[in-house]
């Protein structure tokens, strides 16, 4: 396996930068990433909301650690702290709001952002057009907007977005077509992970591809969306929104230390389990492996080189098995 392996990568957050920055280091150029566009808090929500722009600040996170121009990309992570109208606005996702009021569209501005910062691979928006999400709870109460979701306590039954439709850009499309494997990042699961995969043509590209879909599995549940959950649960939600297409899971092998459970603990989160006979009852292969980042503090973290590692095992043993058939 070497530089050539084509790898799309859909999610959000903090988890599908983690994983950008391992595949930019272990294949090279031929990553397509998918960010979910949903986010309606902080810088991102507060440009979302004067300029009508698309929430720009996952987008920048995944622009910033595909970037070749590193001095940039820092110019492009900082964030104002002085001052009424920019503090805590990030200064890339200004640019990036610049460039789409410039070039007419999101997507465009994203590409303009890309070239600017010379990017390995290729970043896109979900879907064309600022979504919102829109979440049913298991109580029957209904909330639109990621930020409300946390407010509400209640355990998500559902997703789904709003404009209903909206189209994931067609390069997003002809990325899955040529890919050798896709890849669902580590994130929220129904703000980050599932709301990345809803647009209009992505779940049709997704079961009719033969190649491995890897999910890479959450390591901590998330207070007031997955308490409870575990693998198998993340994957039947999966399925719920997009129908049957992963076919293989990553999940960590390590035991996690105790003083990294006990903060977690303290903010109601837990380890995911990884209930193997439910997994394989669903007919997913699971892989189990180093993926964690040594824990110099209690936060616990994906490492970005052997998620990358563990992606590019998965596609080489398709390969091979591709060959051998």
């Known amino acids: 396996m070497s530089n050539d392996l084509q790898v799309v990568a859909f999610g959000g957050g903090t988890g599908l930068p983690v994983l950008l920055r391992g595949l930019r ?30 929430p720009p600040g996952d987008v920048r996170n995944c622009l910033v650690a595909l970037a070749s121009r590193r001095r940039l990309a820092e110019v492009f992570d900082y964030r104002f702290e002085a001052g009424a109208d920019l503090r805590d606005h990030a200064v890339g996702n200004i640019i990036i709001a610049a460039l789409t009021d410039i070039s007419g569209g999101f997507s465009e501005g994203v590409q303009q952002a890309a070239r600017l910062l010379r990017i390995t ?25 990621e930020s409300r979701l946390r407010e509400v306590g209640s355990a998500v039954a559902r997703v789904a977005v709003e404009p209903e439709g909206a189209a994931a850009p067609a390069e997003v499309i002809q990325a899955i077509h040529g890919a050798d494997v896709v890849v669902l990042a580590p994130g929220s699961l129904f703000t980050s992970t599932i709301p990345a995969l809803l647009g209009a043509g992505v779940p049709e590209a997704l079961a009719g591809f033969t190649r491995p879909v890897v999910y890479a599995a959450n390591v901590m549940t998330q207070p007031g969306e997955t308490s409870g959950f575990t693998v198998a649960d993340h994957l039947r939600a999966i399925t719920e ?11 960590p092998a390590e035991r996690l230390p105790e003083r990294a459970l006990s903060r977690y603990r303290a903010e109601g989160a837990a380890p995911v389990e990884t209930d193997r006979e439910e997994i394989e009852r669903l007919g997913i292969r699971v892989w189990e492996t180093r993926l ?14 052997r998620l990358a590692r563990a992606v590019r095992k998965v596609a080489r043993r398709a390969r091979r098995a591709a060959v051998e058939a």
């Open 121 to 145: 691979g290729k970043v896109y928006p979900a879907a064309t057009e600022s979504l919102t999400l829109v979440v049913r709870h298991a109580d029957g109460t209904v909330t639109r907007g």
């Open 25 to 54: 280091d272990t294949v090279g150029g031929g990553i397509t990433a998918v960010v979910t566009v949903t986010d309606d808090g902080g810088s991102s929500g507060r440009l979302r909301q004067e300029l009508g722009v698309a």
């Open 241 to 251: 929104h997009v129908g049957t297409v992963v076919t293989d899971v990553l999940v």
């Open 292 to 305: 964690i980042r040594e824990m110099l503090d209690a936060e616990v973290r994906h490492d970005p080189g």
